[in-house]
């Protein structure tokens, strides 16, 4: 099972703030929903409770420590306790492709764990002082290497990461 994650960061690699994202690009967006559906996502509580729904046609799974039932109450989540969990649910249902999408806690988690194969990143050139949730600085990741850049719009590009050992 390939291990991916995904997200969109600013120049200083901001993510978010105050439980929001920073900047909403629909072609940004449509490249996520394009790679991820069919496949399993996971998420962390407060991703979650910031989309406010589960994704469809995806498997969510939403990982929580806490007893948070009644945030979950009547929808279509499945809440797991570890990533490694998660990993291993996904694994045994079959699925092929897993998606770590946010945020900034749970990236930090995959990454000190060297758990993702690759890494999709949306790059803008812009700063936002009000972040406060920000993407591990890849830079500074001696695992990871860049290994394409593409197109996205005129203001984004993906950048594709790859873990050193699958070169
Ligand atoms: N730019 C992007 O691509 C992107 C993508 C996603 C999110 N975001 C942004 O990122 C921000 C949210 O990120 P965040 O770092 O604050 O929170 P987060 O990673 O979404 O969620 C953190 C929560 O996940 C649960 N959790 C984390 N690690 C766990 C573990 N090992 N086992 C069990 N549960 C675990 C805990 O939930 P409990 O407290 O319930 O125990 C924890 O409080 C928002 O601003 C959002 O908009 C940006």
Redesign the pocket.
């Known amino acids: 099972m390939k291990i991916t994650m ?4 600013g120049k200083n690699w901001e ?8 900047w909403k690009i629909p072609e940004d967006m449509r490249h996520f929903r394009e790679t991820t559906e069919g496949h399993s996502v996971l ?6 409770q ?1 989309i406010g729904h589960a994704l469809p046609n995806r498997t969510n799974y939403v ?4 007893d ?1 039932d009644s945030i979950f109450a009547g929808t279509d989540v499945r809440l ?4 490694v969990l998660a990993l291993h649910e996904a694994q045994i249902s079959g699925e092929d492709s897993f998606f770590v ?7 930090q ?1 995959f990454l000190n764990l060297a758990l993702p194969h690759e890494i999709l990143l949306t790059r803008v050139p812009h700063e936002a002082e009000s972040a ?2 920000f993407f591990p600085n890849l830079d500074r990741n001696g695992l990871y290497v860049e290994t394409s850049v593409e197109k996205l719009t005129d203001e984004a590009d993906i950048h594709t990461y790859t873990r050193i050992d699958l070169l």
């Not at 999408?101 to 990236?107: C, K």
């Open positions: 995904i997200a969109l960061v993510l978010g703030a105050s439980n929001e994202l920073l998420m962390g509580r407060k991703t979650y910031s990982l929580t420590r806490t948070s797991i306790e570890s990533p999408i946010g945020g900034g806690e749970v990236y988690q406060d949730t």
